[in-house]
């Protein structure tokens, strides 16, 4: 009685690729418009669209294409049109004729359950070793020769039964032949007399089957499919050890498994020919070649997520002109990595040299233009267009001869004229430290080991340099240092302060008024000046001091007595312990000196202003805030950001807000790598919304987890945390996008592997809830063990908590099993021999120390600790447990030796 009363339309029931093409060709308008009486789905017309699009029967913008209007004439399915035509086209429509009326009938082969292996053995001689298409042709032939021959048609039914064959499916199949191939002689078009190649028949089958390829990687058990799809290969296939690293397949069944029947093994480069107008392109590394003479980058290309090829070199001008040309300009022309004997060249390399050398002699890095005003000099004379060296010599021969001095710089216009005022007394030579007059180098180079002001320190004199003096630098740099100071702190006690750049100058003025600079500490004296001026109390840790540059802080070349160079680094009390005792038997051979006071002797110099890391930025454009969707261009790894004459890197990323995203700017490469990671899942999560809905009520054994997470949180917190693990993983895999086109290629590859892999971390979670559940009670019971107790305690806490789906990495999530089995397994031993898990338990201590002791210091968010962390549960398991195996050797020794390489 629940049954309809009438079976849905077929409109509704098949695919509606054959109307939508048969409606354009009649020009009834768009499917969607269309007056129908139970429309269709809007999911189904997208599906029809996509396998036109697939077969090349429409383009992007849904139009009807040539090939689309040939495709239209054929009353056949659209898939089994397309490789006819493609047949015709490949000279191979005879054998592509009777494929076609195979694939579009049941099988003819019979495999009874009672007679498995006789089916089998007799239909080896129809087998083929690289194609399963080509077993029909095999089947047709034999089936042909049996009805030349047949002598009655009891006769010919026996001989079929014989070979496992169904005489009423052969029938059926010639007669579909029999109609295609009216059909194709009614189109006047020939069918070839010789036999078709493979790659001939297959680029043809390619053409309808192109959603029905399949990648295998050399350790996994599956193919990797069209959108992200995972499937096998059908266990009776007689290539189902032997198939191939790419395959296409007649059809994908879903039974117990995603299952490929009737498989070939396939070349990828066949699938560009056949499908490049599916490829998505992709293009990296563009970089000038000074050999080849062009710009030239390396492109990569996927079919449905599949990985065509890559890293293949091609000329970048022919698909970015612009950019190539810029890159031409700066790395060939500005940067003189350019082979050609025009005049101008050689000339403007040899005048940048001069300016070169009079800077490093002078100390003074802002003589130079900015290499930015040279290349829009170029970017001005050079036409568009021009972006490798043969364009570009055609073009200056021509038209040098018009103007001789075409492309030649004057030292007028590599020159700056505004850096007067530098003094010696700003920018000294030397700096006076325990009486050892110690030289001083400035360099510019940011990001560099040398950038800022390095002090050259004899070893001798080593243990004597003062922090506190190191930390005032040189006079010229202390006001943009006290600047950035003031600027850590917070907000509350800044304001007292603004503006901060007035304040940072006075602080200098009162300074050196009062002749006690490089006296004490640096922090200390700026803290007594606020109180002094603002009668606000600040403490040292009010100020940020890990904000600064590098080259905010001094850095040290520790020197022989032949000069030759030690060690370097910024980190004074660590360059102490390494070299102090080298240092004091250095002193002890050295004549006693008499100790001096402090003197700041000055020298013509200067050094420019450095990148520095930028404060998060609260105000960001209206067109920056509110986002749900990848609607702001492309997002840099960093920005550069200019506040006067300061020059400082902002590392971009986008903000959960919950309901949308917004996007805004961090000094901290790691703070903002982790909000932008979570920022962009949110923006996948708004994009995804009807589908989340959809996992929301369809996590698999949600409720027995559930029952078995109420001790930590709620059955939605769990499910929670695995949808967004799952959707971490389908859309959130390295290199995250960059840009709207791999946002949304990422959300679309995601879109189509959600479920899957929600089902799959939902396995796994539920695997991990199995084993601890009674892990808590079983440690109750061990009450006359504290230590042990106190101990395992805290490892469950640590591994299994409130968050711990949505903290930890799904890599290292699988490993959780492992580890909570190694916490039963200490426990079982723990009862025969407890003084053993006492000595164990004091080696894994000795390993854990030094990590914890980080812990307490707020080190969460390194990498490498947290990499050390894993290490150290690896250790329990290979320690209390070592039957459960480690995925690689550890032990307390090599943690150790791990431990102090981080150190370095």
């Known amino acids: 009685m629940q049954r309809p009363k009438f079976t849905d339309p077929e409109i509704l029931r098949s695919s509606l690729a054959a109307v939508i093409l048969r409606m354009k060709s009649l020009r009834l308008g768009d499917v969607e418009d269309f007056p129908f009486i139970e429309p269709p789905l809007g999911r189904a017309i997208a599906d029809g669209y996509q396998l036109l699009h697939e077969l090349g029967a429409v383009d992007e913008s849904r139009e009807l294409t040539a090939l689309g209007r040939q495709l239209a004439k054929l009353p056949l399915d659209p898939r089994v049109g397309r490789m006819i035509l493609a047949g015709r086209d490949h000279q191979c ?80 199949w010639r007669d579909v032949h029999a109609q295609l191939y009216t059909l194709v002689r009614e189109q006047g078009w020939r069918v ?118 890559s890293q293949r070199r091609i000329d970048y001008g022919k698909i970015n002109p612009d950019e190539a040309r810029e890159i031409f300009i700066r790395s060939a022309l500005v940067e003189g990595d350019f082979e050609t004997r025009a005049p101008f060249f050689a000339h403007n390399q040899k005048l940048i040299r001069e300016i070169e050398n009079l800077e490093h002699k002078s100390r003074r890095l802002d003589v130079l233009v900015d290499e930015e005003l040279i290349a829009a000099f170029y970017d001005k004379e050079v036409p568009e267009g021009i972006c490798n060296a043969v364009d570009f010599e055609i073009w200056y021969r021509q038209a040098s001869k018009q103007s001789s001095r075409l492309l030649y710089l004057s030292r007028d216009d590599l020159m700056r004229h505004e850096a007067a005022g530098i003094t010696t007394e700003l920018f000294p030579k030397q700096m006076r430290q325990a009486g050892v007059e110690m030289l001083l180098s400035y360099h510019f180079e940011p990001g560099a080991v040398r ?41 509350k006690l800044r304001r007292h302060c603004v503006p901060l750049p007035d304040y940072a100058a006075g602080f200098c003025d009162r300074i050196h008024e009062a002749k006690k600079f490089g006296m004490g ?60 005792t080298q240092a004091r038997e250095q002193f002890q051979k050295i004549a006693e000196q008499s100790v001096m006071p402090l003197t700041d002797e000055a020298m013509v110099d200067e050094v420019k202003t450095s990148k520095i890391s930028a404060a998060p930025v609260t105000s960001m454009p209206s067109a920056q805030q509110n986002l749900t969707t990848w609607s702001f261009g492309e997002l840099p790894e960093l920005l550069e950001i200019q506040r006067g004459k300061q020059t400082m890197i902002g590392f971009p990323a986008l903000l959960d807000r919950g309901t949308h995203c917004d996007l805004e700017v961090f000094d901290d490469p790691n703070e903002a790598a982790s909000l932008h990671r979570s920022g962009l899942r949110r923006l996948f999560a708004i994009q995804l919304k009807e589908q989340l809905k959809y996992l929301e009520k369809n996590v698999p054994g949600l409720q027995q987890m559930g029952m078995q997470f109420m001790v930590l949180g709620s059955q939605e917190e769990l499910r929670d945390q695995i949808i967004q693990a799952g959707l ?54 061990i009450k006359a063990h504290a230590a042990a107790q106190a101990d395992m ?3 469950l806490q640590a591994l299994v908590h409130k968050r711990f789906v949505a903290d930890t990495e799904h890599a290292q999530l699988a490993h959780f099993p492992r580890y909570l089995k190694a916490v039963q397994v200490r426990l079982d031993k723990l009862r025969t021999d407890p003084a053993r898990d006492v000595r164990l338990m004091a080696e894994w201590q000795q390993a854990a120390a030094p990590w914890q002791r980080t812990q307490k210091g707020g080190a969460r968010g390194d990498p490498k600790m947290q990499e050390y962390r894993w290490l150290l549960e690896e250790l329990r398991v290979s320690l209390f447990a070592q039957e459960l195996r480690t995925p690689m050797p550890v032990s307390a020794k090599r943690l150790q030796k791990v431990w102090e390489s981080m150190q370095r």
């Open 728 to 781: 971490s993983r389908a859309c959130l895999q390295a290199p995250l996008p960059v840009n709207a086109a791999e946002f949304n290629a990422r959300r679309d590859e995601g879109k189509a592997r959600l479920n899957l892999l929600v089902n799959e971390i939902a396995r796994l979670v539920g695997q991990i809830l199995g084993e601890y559940q009674s892990l808590p009670k079983k440690l109750q019971a």
């Open 451 to 491: 950038d800022g002001v390095t002090l050259t320190v004899p070893l001798y004199a080593l243990n004597q340099v003062s922090t506190g003096r190191c930390e005032w630098l040189v006079p010229g740099m202390l006001k943009e240092k006290i600047h950035l100071l003031l600027k850590s702190l917070p907000q």
């Open 93 to 172: 429509l005879s054998e592509m004729l009777i494929i076609a009326s195979a694939l579009s009938v049941q099988d003819p082969r019979d495999r009874p359950a009672d007679a498995q292996g006789a089916a089998d053995n007799a239909h080896k001689k129809f087998a083929d070793e690289k194609s399963e298409f080509q077993s029909y042709l095999k089947i047709w032939k034999w089936f042909e020769e049996a009805i030349e021959h047949k002598k009655s048609n009891r006769q010919l039914q026996e001989q079929c039964r014989e070979q496992f064959l169904s005489q009423l499916r052969l029938r059926e």
């Open 192 to 309: 070839n007399d010789s036999a078709a190649t493979y790659e001939q028949l297959h680029l043809a089958l390619l053409t309808g089957l192109l959603g029905n390829i399949g990648y295998k990687g050399d350790e996994e058990p599956h193919y990797l499919g069209a959108r992200g799809i995972r499937f096998h290969l059908w266990p009776g296939s007689s290539l189902s050890k032997k198939a191939g690293r790419w395959v296409v397949a007649g059809e994908l069944v879903d039974t117990s498994r995603l299952f490929a029947r009737t498989i070939a093994n396939i070349q990828p480069d066949w699938l560009e020919k056949v499908g490049g107008h599916l490829l998505k392109k992709s293009y990296g590394e563009p970089r000038w070649e000074k050999k080849s003479g062009q710009v030239s980058a390396y492109e990569r290309a996927t079919l449905y997520g599949l990985v065509v090829y």
């Open 521 to 580: 500490s640096l922090i200390d004296a700026l803290i007594a000046d606020i109180r002094a001026q603002t009668s606000i109390m600040v403490k040292m840790a009010d100020f940020k001091i890990e904000t600064l540059p590098a080259h905010h802080f001094m850095n040290f070349k520790v020197i022989d007595e032949h000069g030759r160079q030690l060690d370097m680094g910024r980190n004074l009390a660590a360059l102490q312990a390494e070299l102090g």
């Open 793 to 795: 305690q805290s490892q």
